[in-house]
């Protein structure tokens, strides 16, 4: 058997790198700013990097500008570009433990989940959008004997892809493999949190072998970077994940530059409907792990269970026996169930919902108000899973997106009154629905007013199927042949044929 990482120790000289890669070159920013980025998993500081701003922006669109222009990457068959792509991936997963260590570092999670999930999701996409490349007919409509009629998918031209923290690389795999297979040009900004690990796999994109200017990375400052990209003359379509208020922000950013196509795709509240019937422990540990993992900072959690009342009982006990099972630990040890939380700032904002659910009457069953202790680590960002029982309708924990490990519980009377409470909040990305009857199952899942329904499990879906939400959860779309249509055009190219 092969002796297991010490990741610890491997933590000690893990190489961070902080230049911006801008026309294939990693080059220091114009701008005259610096940020720390400090590990949530110790409070230490990882290192200071330079930020971006406007003009390292205009340096990085010019470069992507004059790649998609002279056609070095659109202009290449959709076989090679696919070729690329698996070769990225391929170096991906040879480099699946430095990448891992890096992300577990930034953002807390358990090194085992990086490299076990995110980065074979990372890969996995890359893989899957470099085997459909060239596998994507145009069209020829039947419109008559006199004309050819084609139509084509042009590549949209310089893509701005903004990305939040929790799950940093399959994120940015997620903008990174449909956009370029398209033959589009790039430039990503990474969370001010996660700058190494964006920068470390644009190093690997370049190895294996896009050509220099196609993706560049600008880390910095979202309120500067994020907002020089989304009003930036130059730039075709913005593809974002993140909070609500941002997500608007770059439609307006849009509205007030060149009307570019914004594709946001933003939080969610979404909830486990579990019914009379249902496979309880099934469901309630299924919802409650949904709920903590990522120490509960996915868009996609199921934060709020809503139950029957006949069954109450029964999905908190399995559902608190969930939240003692996933207590953290430091992210960097083999067994963590669950790691940090991304920052300090962020742990206070989470802890201060479990404070005014309190207030506002819900019942803490566990967890804690205060932060959680991980041994040596006094500064880690740490906070335990927590159950809060007696959860009203309308209550702030149960309107608003905590992004921790916070499950409220909301007992019910009715299907009806669970498909309302279940729809009752802005957001509409993802929903479950727990029971074994089949029409109350296809009745409640066809009223969620949801991208995504689960019934009888929870975040299953591959490449091949959307992913992304309705109302304020916003209404792009990752993952599968659909994605690829957000960064093209449809051209109509009509021919006469003479008789
Ligand atoms: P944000 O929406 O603030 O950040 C996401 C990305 O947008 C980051 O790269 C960020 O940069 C950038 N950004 C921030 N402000 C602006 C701006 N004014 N103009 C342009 N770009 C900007 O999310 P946070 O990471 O700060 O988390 C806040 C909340 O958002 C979370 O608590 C959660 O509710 C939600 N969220 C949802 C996610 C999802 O997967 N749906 C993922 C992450 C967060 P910078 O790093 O500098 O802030």
């Known amino acids: 058997m092969p002796s297991e990482i010490d990741w610890i120790e491997k933590a000690a000289s893990v190489r961070l790198p902080a230049r911006h890669l801008v026309g294939g070159d990693w080059v220091d920013p114009l701008a ?32 992507a500008r004059a790649a998609f222009n002279d056609r070095r990457w659109s202009g290449m068959r959709p076989a090679a570009r ?18 891992a260590l890096t992300i577990s570092l930034e953002m807390g999670k358990p090194v085992r989940e990086a490299k076990n999930v995110e980065l074979r999701a990372v890969a996995n996409c890359l893989r899957w959008y470099g085997e459909i490349a060239d596998k994507r007919p145009d069209e020829s409509p039947a419109a008559g004997d006199d004309v050819l009629a084609l139509i084509t998918r042009e590549p949209a031209g310089v893509v701005a892809a903004v990305v939040p923290w929790n799950f940093p690389l399959t994120m ?35 190895e294996a072998g896009l050509p220099a200017g196609v993706l560049n990375v600008v880390p910095g400052r979202g309120d500067v970077v994020g907002q020089a990209l989304g009003r930036h003359m130059d730039v075709d379509v913005v593809t974002f994940t993140g909070s609500p208020a941002v997500g608007r922000a770059f439609l307006r950013y849009s509205g007030e530059s060149n009307g570019k196509r914004v594709w946001p795709e933003l939080g ?36 709020r269970v809503v139950v029957h009342r006949d069954i109450a009982d029964e999905v908190l006990h399995f559902a608190r026996l969930q939240a003692r099972e996933m207590a953290p630990a430091d992210p960097l040890l083999h067994d963590a169930p669950s790691g940090a939380l991304v920052s300090e700032q962020h742990l206070q904002r989470v802890l201060g919902y479990v404070r005014t659910a309190v207030e506002e009457g819900a019942e803490l069953l566990e967890g804690s108000t205060g932060r959680h202790s991980v041994d040596g680590h006094p500064n880690g960002s740490y906070v335990a899973p927590t159950v809060l029982g007696g959860v009203k309708p309308g209550m702030t924990i149960e309107q608003e997106e905590v992004f921790g490990p916070v499950l409220s519980v909301i007992t019910v ?55 992304g939400g309705v109302k304020g959860s916003g209404f792009g779309r990752d993952k599968s042949a659909h994605a690829i249509d957000k960064f093209t055009d449809l051209k109509t190219i009509w021919m006469e044929v003479e008789p």
């Open 82 to 99: 696919g070729a690329v792509l698996r070769r990225w991936a391929e170096l991906v997963q040879e480099h699946a433990e430095d990448l």
């Open 172 to 206: 940015t795999a997620w903008k990174l493999g449909p956009s370029l297979v398209a033959g589009n040009s790039v430039v990503l900004k990474p969370a001010e949190q996660t700058p190494f690990s964006a920068l470390k796999l644009a190093e690997l994109g370049l």
């Open 268 to 303: 969610g509240k979404s909830a486990s409907v579990i019914l009379p019937g249902a496979d309880i422990e099934k469901a309630a540990r299924a919802s409650a792990a949904g709920s903590f993992y990522n120490q509960g900072q996915m868009c996609s959690a199921s934060s």
């Open 413 to 467: 009377d009715s299907e009806e009154e669970a498909i309302r409470v279940a729809n009752g909040t802005q957001y509409g990305l993802a929903a479950s629905v727990w029971t074994r009857d089949l029409s109350a199952a296809t009745r409640v899942s066809r009223r969620m007013q949801a991208g995504i329904v689960w019934v009888n499990c929870f975040e299953e879906g591959d490449m091949t199927v959307p992913f």
């Open 32 to 63: 005259d700013d610096a940020f720390d980025v400090i590990s949530p998993r110790d409070g230490s500081l990882l290192k200071r990097v330079s930020h971006g701003d406007a003009h390292d922006v205009d340096r990085a669109v010019a470069s």
